[in-house]
């Protein structure tokens, strides 16, 4: 078992003293998890780290102390408890480590994805995926990091081959995926289907590209993730599909529908022209006139916005076809 207290001394960091086996004890209680060996021998090895930033090498993410842990527990119970929106939350694991910006590294424990790490961000806590396969890797990776590089590697998502502990996590989290009828628990588990889809499995995410919704308020922010996917994967043969996720998802959720046009726009090819042309002569088109506009536009078609009561787009194709379509308020 490696000594990761041991090996921040070496690199030049500084760490705090131990924690008492009492205290490591009380914050594992409080996360309601049975803590691995390796964890609780990193903090009867150190309680934490002072900040990095401050000794002028700064890491990505700081090992938390155990106090800063039960608060984080705290905090997330606090005015609106996350573990009513994501039940499974509770007891799959806790935060260990924290950056400047108040994110988090997560260390999973149990289950498919027991030693996995993955970050939790303070604006969306509920999505929190793998992004480490182990504790060796994460530290690893942290201390081979330059944060004013944007340098800090991630075992997943992965360019290669899956381990076998990688596609049996992958599996349950498609499993979990579709029995929920949760948007947040969707979203927790669409972040983890997306991290951990092996390479060229993208197909496989289509569902994705219509998220839930929480009373039509709520919007999962995977769909240009899952775009920009297909079309790495797939080129010109996932076009219809993103457009059909177009249409599928418009009126409600028009910012998203713009990235998934411009996206499309931006894959260039006559393939992309031809998409966005055929999204104009949509029962929908109205509809999403706006941002289909715009995607239109950057790829040199005619758009003029004609004067009258309603507002009306005529649009002119490089081979001089036009069509006018009335926008809706």
């Known amino acids: 078992m490696t000594d990761w207290a041991e090996k921040m001394r070496q690199a030049g960091y500084s760490v705090n003293p131990p924690a008492a086996l009492q205290e490591i004890e009380e ?7 049975q803590l691995p060996p390796e964890i609780q021998q990193l903090y009867l090895s150190c309680n934490g780290q002072p900040s990095t930033f401050e000794a002028g090498r700064p890491l990505p993410f700081e090992l938390m102390t155990v106090a800063d842990v039960i608060d984080a527990f705290e905090m997330a119970t606090a005015d609106i408890d996350i573990f009513d929106d994501l039940p499974e939350l509770l007891g799959s694991g806790l935060p260990l480590w924290t950056d400047i910006g108040g994110n988090r590294v997560f260390y ?13 961000n303070h604006e969306t806590p509920w999505s929190i995926a793998p992004e480490w396969r ?11 990091s330059n944060i004013l590089q944007g340098d800090f590697r991630k075992d997943y998502p992965n360019a290669g081959p899956p381990d076998a502990k990688q596609e049996i996590a992958y599996a349950e989290a498609q ?5 929920t009828q949760s948007a947040f628990i969707a979203d927790y588990w669409s972040a983890n ?16 590209l219509n998220p839930l919704l929480d009373d039509d308020e709520y919007v999962c922010t995977y769909e240009a993730r899952v775009a920009e996917m297909l ?17 599928e998802g418009a009126p409600r959720r028009l910012s998203v529908m713009h990235l998934l046009m411009t996206l499309i ?3 260039g090819t006559s393939e992309s022209d031809r998409t966005l042309w055929q999204l104009t002569h949509h029962s929908k088109a109205s509809q999403i006139i706006h941002p289909l506009s715009e995607a239109l536009g950057s790829r040199n078609f005619g758009v003029e916005w004609l004067k009258g009561e309603k507002a009306t787009v005529r649009l002119t194709s490089p081979t001089g076809e036009t069509v006018e379509v009335i926008a809706e308020n």
């Open 193 to 208: 289907v997306l991290n951990l889809v092996p390479i060229r499995h993208s197909l496989e995410l289509v569902g994705l």
């Open 108 to 120: 999973f424990i149990g289950g498919t994805r027991d030693g996995m790490l993955g970050t939790q």
């Open 27 to 33: 914050m594992a209680a409080v996360w309601q998890v």
């Open 265 to 267: 726009a931006e894959h």
């Open 134 to 144: 182990s504790l060796d890797s994460f530290y690893e990776a942290l201390l081979a």
């Open 175 to 179: 499993q979990k995926l579709a029995s």
């Open 231 to 247: 079309l790495r994967e797939h080129g010109d043969k996932a076009l219809p599909i993103i457009a059909q996720a177009i249409v």
